[in-house]
């Protein structure tokens, strides 16, 4: 087990500088491409055959084929999403608009996530910034996800990650309009405003890129507010409140609790995860964390809250702690064995397209409860550790802010 490993360290410590990026190119198109492969000719089959419909295809089908037939979204077909997203789908639907062509679209943003890693940190250390993307690039909650689940958070993931790495290489009015298009494609984006808001040194700064996020949602919602106000201003509902009558689906702590009985009301989580994003930008600004580590402390403590859990969210955390886990294996190995309780947890949840858990028994609440706060405490233990640490691309960015000064 340890001498392949090892092998393959020094087969990556042994790619020159000038080719890593193409390297991580090539080793991800054959990856994925394996895993796509693999999933169309075993797995999808053997999923749709035991399970009937599991992916969310049809929806992405039918928002994208709207807007190519000239219709309104929110108008003329129903979207709980913001509209971005919908947009981002037209490009797999004129390739055919098949599953297959949608797996392919989103691992493709996967790979782009990787290289973004790659080549956005690699100012600081370039052979432990390869290490990242190559191990996001073969994280199971970065691949399962966007192969297997044909998921579209794989677009959320980019455009967050990318807003983060451009505000820590000092590009702060890109990375505001980065957030903007973030937060009118997945609105996750937007919990990493506050972070790059008081990390910004000067007002006449933050005004600007607060000019530059109000500028572009005007853009994106006024035509929606003009043609079907009342349907466009249905989105937030159900990002903020669960969209329903019950207070949580998916895999969150608070879903498990609600099947069995004990009901959160959707307001009150909210409530809870705005306070807990405060008290951790409050540390933040206490403890003097860089945007790195506050972006993981603010991600982390809204997540816990959040009433609408699903797996690919936790892509995010994840790709943070690789800055720490590339340089600690112990980590590493938390970082991807946490995805083994979340993933149970799914077998245990009543949000499926059969309208009930797949283990579906009086105790199955209990069962993934316990394995989302398996998952959960795993996930907070892996924070901890990062806050005592610093990092690899901290160092350098101290003397690079010193000798900008």
């Known amino acids: 087990m340890i001498r392949p490993l090892l092998w393959i360290g020094d087969k990556v410590r042994s790619v020159p500088p000038d080719k890593r990026g193409l390297v991580l190119l090539v080793a991800g198109i054959i990856f994925l491409g394996a895993l796509i492969a693999f999933d169309q000719l075993v797995v999808n089959n053997l999923l749709e ?34 509209p971005l997203i919908s947009y981002f789908f037209v490009i797999p639907q004129m390739f055919g608009g098949s599953a297959f062509a949608y797996q392919i679209y989103f691992s493709a943003f996967t790979l782009l996530t990787a290289l973004a890693l790659y080549f956005g940190l690699r100012r600081w250390d370039d052979l432990k910034a390869f290490k990242v993307g190559l191990l996001f690039l073969v994280s199971p909650f970065s691949t399962i996800e966007s192969v297997f689940g044909i998921q579209d958070e794989a677009i959320m993931v980019f455009l967050f990650l990318l807003a983060v790495i451009l505000a820590i290489r000092g590009n702060g009015r ?67 409140l669960g969209g329903s009558g019950t207070p949580a689906s998916g895999i969150s702590i608070w879903d498990f609790l609600g099947m069995g009985g004990l009901h959160v009301p959707g307001i009150a989580l909210l409530g809870v995860a705005l306070i807990s994003i405060l008290g951790a930008l409050w540390i933040m600004k206490k403890r003097d964390l860089e945007i790195w580590q506050g972006t993981l402390l603010v991600l982390v403590a809204f997540l816990v809250f959040y ?54 028994e009086p105790w199955s609440w209990a069962a ?5 706060v398996i998952g959960t405490l795993m996930l907070l233990d892996l924070v901890l ?10 160092p350098s960015i101290s003397e690079s802010e010193t000798s900008e000064k």
């Open 174 to 240: 890109l990375s505001a309009l980065t957030v903007a298009i973030g937060i009118w494609t997945k609105v996750f984006a937007g919990l990493f405003y506050p972070v790059l808001f008081l990390k910004t040194r000067t007002w006449r700064e933050r005004f600007v890129q607060l000019g530059i996020i109000g500028a572009f949602s005007m853009a994106v919602s006024l035509p929606f507010l003009i043609v079907a106000p009342n349907e466009f201003l249905a989105f937030p509902t159900y990002y903020l």
């Open 49 to 82: 055959s035991s399970f009937g419909r599991f992916s969310d295809v049809p929806y992405y089908q039918e928002r994208a084929q709207a807007i190519l037939d000239g219709k309104w979204l929110y108008r003329d077909v129903q979207s709980e999403a913001p």
């Open 385 to 394: 550790l990062a806050l005592r640490k610093r990092p690899f691309i901290y």
């Open 307 to 360: 009433s609408r859990i699903f797996v690919g969210y936790y892509i995010l955390p994840v790709a943070l702690l690789l800055a720490w886990a590339v340089d600690d294996r112990k980590m590493l190995m938390k970082v991807f064995l946490m995805y083994v309780p979340f993933f149970a947890s799914l077998g245990f949840s009543q949000d499926t397209y059969m309208g009930h858990a797949v283990i579906d």
């Open 368 to 372: 993934g409860l316990a394995f989302s």
